[in-house]
């Protein structure tokens, strides 16, 4: 099965792609029982949220990460301050409600690794959109980050990532589909398509039903 872990295309969930649209709280009419989703609060538009309804949100099951959230040194309609207040709150309704975290981060990669290691959460943290070189992913992969890359990327971070298994694949406003990102992610990775299908099916399903693994591993 493909997967398509940030998406602003329309869900799908089917035999051979899974693909999670991305949804802010006043898009949340569009969650439908037949597609898989994120919620979360961006950054760019925090300003007239009401950030209660998140938690609801996050207890459907159809609900599978929140996000996308982050911190954006470059374009907010909040103020710093308030970015972090409200990435906290996020973090601590991902630990809540067992849902792992789509993160957007414009220059404030220091920033998110810190609160990541005072928080250090149990959810997994995946990077969406990650454009950066090999230094930082390799920075990011000990901290133990997930990185999720899109249409354009440094082909050393992305094997980097691959090898470390935490390489995701997303779409985000791209008009080229999952497939073409596929073909060009093997390529670059000197591996064939099955095998990065495979590779990320698997660490997608551990991630992505963390809540579900873990309530059947307390059992």
């Known amino acids: 099965m493909l997967w398509d872990i940030h998406s602003h295309h329309p869900a799908v969930a089917s035999d051979v792609l899974m693909r999670l649209q991305s949804l802010t709280l006043q898009d949340v009419g569009k969650l439908s029982e037949g ?45 710093w301050e308030e970015q972090i207040r409200l990435l906290e709150m996020q973090v601590q309704w991902s630990e ?28 997994p943290w995946i990077i969406h959109g990650f454009r950066g070189g090999e230094k930082l992913c390799h920075q990011l992969l000990m ?51 099955e095998e990065l299908e495979q590779q990320i099916d698997h660490q997608a399903q551990t991630v992505f039903f963390y809540q579900t693994i873990k309530n059947v591993s307390s059992i």
């Open 96 to 123: 809540q409600y067992c849902k792992p975290i789509v993160l957007h981060v414009v220059k404030t990669y220091a920033e998110i690794i810190m609160l990541h290691k005072r928080v250090q959460p149990k959810t």
């Open 143 to 193: 901290h133990g980050f997930y990185l999720s890359f899109g249409e354009r990327y440094h082909p050393t971070a992305a094997r980097a990532a691959y090898e470390a298994n935490r390489l995701f694949i997303e779409t985000d406003t791209s008009e080229c589909s999952i497939d073409q990102l596929y073909s060009r992610m093997s390529e670059c990775l000197d591996c064939s398509e």
């Open 35 to 79: 597609g898989y989703y994120t919620v979360g609060i961006h950054p760019w538009y925090a300003a007239a949220i009401n950030i209660d309804s998140l938690p609801e949100c996050l207890q459907s099951p159809n609900v599978l990460a929140l996000g996308e959230c982050g911190l954006d040194r470059l374009c907010s309609d909040i103020s």
